[in-house]
Each structure stands twice: as C-alpha cells, then as structure tokens.
DNA sequence: CGTATCTCAAGAGCGGTGCTCACTAATTCG
DNA sequence: CGAATTAGTGAGCACCGCTCTTGAGATACG
C-alpha cells in the first residue's frame, strides 16, 4: 500500500499506466484518432467501459500523453545536448535543433500531438505549459550560457525594441532583464524551428525543399548568428 | 446543358457546390472534425447515402475543401497586396504576413486544416501542391520586385552555400538563378512565417508571447532584413 | 466464519460516425 | 408508352465515446 488508504476489492487487471502506454503505442502507430478508447481496451484484453474506471473521458487521457510526449522529447534532446561541451553554445544550439527534429521524424503523430491542430474538442489545461516550454528552457539556457561567456548579438533595432516585452519571460527562466533582446530572438528562433519542422512532416516543403537536412543546417547557421552564438575559440590557435 | 452529354434521370436537388459549401460551414463553426457527411447531409435536407452521389468519399470532400480554403487565403492576401505601392516591397511583405494572419484570425479551423495536422488517413493529392504555394508565390514575386530595383541581401555564407539546391525554385517561380540565395531566404521566412501563426494559434504562445500584435511587427521587421527589403527611397529628400 | 462493504470489470445500450447496397422516384429518349 | 438513366431513400455494417446497471472478486469486521 503505497498510500494510507487500506485496498480492498478485486484487483485491478489494468492501470492508469497501462492505459497510456496502450495509447502511447496506438498515437505511435495510427495517429491521434486512432487512439480510441475501445482499441485501447482491445488490446488491454478488457471490455471499453473498464477503462473509465482510471480515466474519466478520452481528454483526460490525451492530456496525460501529452505531458508524456513533451517529456520524452525533453528528455532525448536533453540528452543529446549533453553530449556537447558546454561552452561551444553555438553547437549546443544546433544539437537541440538536430535531436528535436530526429525526435520529430521517429514519432511524426507525438510530435503532431503536441504541435499540430489542437484535438478537436480538447482544451488543454494549465498543466500543461510547464512541460510545454521543454525545448524553449533549453534554448533559453544556450542564450544564458552564451551570454555568460561574453557573446552578442548582431545589431537589431527592431528586436531591441520588442525587447521589453520579454523582460518578464527572461525573468521566468531567471535570466537578467539585460537578455531580453536575446530572449525575443529566441522566441523568434524557436517558432521558427517548429514550423521548419512541422513543414517538413506535413508535407509542406513537398516541391520547395528536397534536401532537407541541408536546409535544416542552413537554418542553423541561420538561427545561430541572429542568437549570436558562435564557435568557441580555440585556444592556442589562430 | 453545359457539356455535351445529354441530361437524363431525375433533377438532383443538391449539387457538388452545395455540399462543398456545407462543409465549409461546418469547417468554420467546429472544425475539421465536425465535416461530417451525416451532419452535411442534415443540413441540406438529404439523406446521408445521397452525398455520395457527387463525393466519392469525405476524403475528396476534403480535397475540395483544401482547396477552396487555399483560395480563401489567397485572394485574401493578394487584396491586401494589391493597396500598396509595387514599389515598397518592405511594406508588401509587411501586408502579407499581416493579412496571411488576419486570414488566419478570422477563419481559424480553415487554418488549422490546411497547415495543421493532416487529417488522419487522408493522403493529399498533388493537386492542391499548386494552390497551397500561395503564399510562398507572393513572397517570391517581392523578392523578385526587390531585387529588380536593386535590393540586395545581407551577407549570409549558410545561406549562399544552401543557396544552388533552390535554383530549380527559383526557376519554378521565373526566377534567375542568381536570385537563388533571395529564394532560399524566402523558404525560410516562409515557413518561419506559418510557424509563427500556428504557434498563436495552437496556443503556444500562452505564457511567453503577450502582445502577438506588437511581437508580429518585430518578426516583420526581422524577416525584411534578411530578405534584404528595405522601404523605396523618397524622391528629393535626404 | 460469515457477512457487509468496497472495487472493478462486464455487458447492454444510446447516439454518433463513414460507407455500401438494394430499391424506388423522377426524368428523358426512342 | 416503355426503356434507360439518374438521384435520393432507407436499412444495415462496423466503428466511435460514453453511461449505467449488474455481478464478480477481495478485504474488513463483527
């Protein structure tokens, strides 16, 4: 007993658990509206009003695999990220956008779940903006960790002036009121790599790009000169 | 008789357009999900058998629809176009992405599916490959208008050296090669552009953009720059 | 031990969906 | 008038989310 209720009844043969992983694996293989709560039960070995017993409807279901979505993509590109010396901000950058978008390609309905046209009907609640900013926290951290090491960012007076409205989101992820500039670039960035992404996956660069992972290194350097990250100079050489 | 065939049988009391129609309004009032052929049917009047007399599927319904919606935007957008000077193509490209997401304010499941998430199970055909390059043809025709009059782009290497895999794009829309390294900024801008307004309107943007009006204009700006637009020069002043 | 109580899954059922098919009403041609 | 053609009807299939009643299983307590 995990908690201090005492358990009494029959043993549940499925879990809350058990239901999203079923879901997980029906959003991975059909898409969103191939997860239905009587498949889920199918493949459980149990009849679909069981079901309701640990989830009350098909929403409250979606919104603990989207939580569950934005996790796992946190958790690959963190991960991968780890991978790069923390001071070459400018690589740290463009492995964040690799890995989201390797993440993307092999789970195109997670990152449709979490990315695309809200589920109809689904109103997302407040739970779920934390895990929501995963990739944006990891970003902003690359902005901060740049900024840490005396980078800047190239002249801009438009983003300077939008910069203010920022203040309050570099303060969300603490960072000085003095990056609020590089926030707003970052919001631009960020925005900009999901609908990079989402292009790809729905078919929208069908025709425009071929190379895609060509254009995507483009967008990086891209991206990365308006974050002013740069390679780390190495010493001893030059 | 409009074709040659001759017309026999009983006078069909719904048509293609009606039921297309229909779809359309249920597009606008509940989304992709609420195009039901049942629902349609009830609406005009009908059975729901009877749709399938002039579609096939809700799938070619959905073709159609597509379709229409990137008509919609497109007539949408180049009205808007149409009121400024050919010459400022700084302000043309300003109108563009405003009206593009005026559009998208004002008819947001019309937005949602056609730079949503697909529809599930519905395979687009290359025939609305041509209508859904709207937008990214009215971008590229200010490019086209900028650089005849003498605009010139940033220094970007990424950029130039992505720049050979868009001459075929560029051809596609009359392009010079030479103007391949503008087209390829262009893609980026454009895709930067719909990532941007699915953010606002997927609900991204909760918690990290306030003023999308004001942050818009930022992006507006930023995006000109690296497409090298500037406002026209002012006869006798400076 | 026996029973009351609690928990869970079963199963029937409601109204919704896309789609098919046999049928019939309506229209026009020979 | 009869044949041919066309379009809408209505029943039906299999699926969906969801609700509600029922009964099986497991524990707690007198």
Redesign the interface.
């Known amino acids: 007993m995990t908690d201090g209720s005492v358990r009494r009844g029959r043993k549940p043969v499925i879990s809350r658990e058990r239901v999203l992983d079923a879901a997980a694996d029906a959003l991975a293989e059909?898409?969103?509206?191939?997860i239905s709560l009587r498949a889920i039960a199918r493949s459980l070995g149990v009849v679909s009003s069981a079901i309701y017993r640990h989830y009350s409807s098909r929403d409250e279901l979606l919104t603990d695999l989207i939580v569950q979505t934005y996790a796992s993509l946190g958790e690959y590109v963190t991960l991968a990220e780890a991978s790069v010396a923390s001071s070459d901000t400018r690589e740290r950058f463009a492995v964040i956008v690799r890995s989201t978008r390797a993440w993307a390609g092999q789970n195109p309905h997670r990152y449709?779940l979490i990315?695309?046209?809200?589920i109809?009907?689904y109103r997302?609640p407040q739970s779920i903006?934390e895990p929501?900013?995963v990739v944006?926290s990891l970003i902003a951290r690359v902005i901060a960790d740049a900024a840490a090491s005396g980078a800047t960012l190239p002249a801009?007076?438009?983003?300077d002036?939008?910069a203010p409205?920022f203040v309050p989101?570099a303060e969300?992820f603490g960072l000085e009121p003095e990056l609020a500039p590089a926030v707003?670039a970052g919001?631009?960035v960020w925005?900009?790599?999901?609908?990079?992404l989402?292009?790809e996956l729905?078919?929208?660069y069908?025709?425009?790009?071929?190379?895609v992972d060509?254009?995507t290194?483009?967008?990086i350097?891209?991206m990365s000169?308006?974050l002013g990250l740069s390679r780390p100079v190495e010493p001893g050489q030059g």
């Open positions: 059909g898409g969103a509206d191939s449709a990315y695309g046209t809200p109809p009907g997302a903006l929501a900013a944006g801009d007076p438009a983003r002036a939008a409205a989101l969300a707003a919001v631009a925005s900009q790599l999901f609908g990079h989402s292009f729905f078919g929208h069908a025709g425009v790009v071929d190379d060509a254009y290194e483009f967008l350097a891209e000169s308006r």
